[in-house]
């Protein structure tokens, strides 16, 4: 934690991580309206090979497409999608997030927009069922 937010916390740790998660929603509040023209495609395929997904996630520079935090987002929208069939990027983005239902999905997306301080954006995707 930085110093600033646990001496405007007065100690109280709970109250600095909320200081800082309220910086990082502002971060992002800032970066939303940056055009996003980088980015790439992730894929899943369930092993059952009856569901498989594909997940358009863009983001401002090749630099952010490439990093970790940016390729784990996409696995884990992958598998959300694969899991909860979303209808539209609206929906998939408002559900609660399948590893954590205490955080939504949107929440995912903000929490590497203020890690890499890049606008990061779920394009589009595709889910395709054997059946349905």
Not at 4 to 30: C, P, S, Y
Not at 56 to 81: H, M, P, W, Y
Request: with cysteine; charged share 30%; net charge neutral.
């Amino acid at each position: 934690m930085r110093v600033k937010q646990v001496l405007e916390a007065e100690g109280d740790e709970a109250k600095a991580l909320a200081i800082l998660k309220k910086e990082g929603f502002e971060k992002v509040a800032k970066r939303e309206g940056r055009e996003t023209t980088a980015g790439m495609v992730f894929s899943y395929t369930h092993h059952s090979g009856k569901v498989a997904v594909l997940v358009e996630l863009l983001s401002e520079t090749d630099f952010v497409a490439r990093n970790e935090l940016f390729s784990e987002l996409g696995k884990n929208l992958c598998l959300q999608i694969t899991s909860m069939a979303p209808v539209d990027v609206k929906d998939l983005l408002d559900q609660e997030f399948i590893k954590d239902p205490s955080q939504k999905v949107n929440d995912l997306v903000a929490s590497v927009i203020a890690k890499t301080g890049e606008n990061v954006k779920v394009s589009r995707f595709s889910r395709l069922e054997i059946g349905k």
